[in-house]
């Protein structure tokens, strides 16, 4: 019995260390298909378009108390921002869960170290450097801070 209880113990924090990376099952990510490298300058690449697409707060504030519940993230609401794996401003869907998690606001890589990254990206793909599907396959990836740590060189 005290094994098992161990055991829970064990996976409990390990989960809970582990909560700003989104469960790569749960969350994926997905990508707007009207978001495409042809309509870039119509779309991502209009400074503000993110706030007219991004989801509103009832519907975010609703998924992430749901998604708490469901991994037992500890804290409240108010410790996590629901967001998104793929950012709005590099083609990620607005209100599909599977690119919604709640991203801790606290932390060696808290909301706005992702932030940076996401800033990076879309930069980088609007002005060409790369790709809309390069720029995507970023946050794409099961660790999003192993993408931080080969842009900014941090270990």
């Known amino acids: 019995m005290r094994s098992l209880l161990l055991l829970l113990v064990g996976c409990s924090s390990s989960a809970q260390s582990q909560s700003y990376i989104p469960d790569h099952q749960r969350t994926p990510g997905t990508i707007n298909p009207k978001v495409t490298q042809e309509n870039l300058k119509a779309t991502v690449c209009i400074s503000g378009q993110s706030r007219t697409i991004r989801p509103p707060a009832s519907y975010t504030n609703r998924l992430k108390a749901k998604q708490m519940r469901e991994v037992s993230l500890p804290g409240t609401a108010h410790d996590y921002h629901e967001d998104h794996l793929v950012p ?57 801070t192993k993408a931080y740590m080969r842009y900014f060189g941090m270990k």
């Open 88 to 144: 709005l401003c590099a083609g990620g869907h607005p209100t599909d869960p599977r690119d919604l998690w709640p991203q801790p606001l606290t932390g060696k890589w808290a909301d706005k170290v992702k932030d940076q990254l996401e800033a990076s990206a879309c930069r980088q793909v609007c002005r060409g450097d790369i790709t809309l599907k390069d720029g995507q396959a970023i946050f794409l990836e099961p660790d999003w």
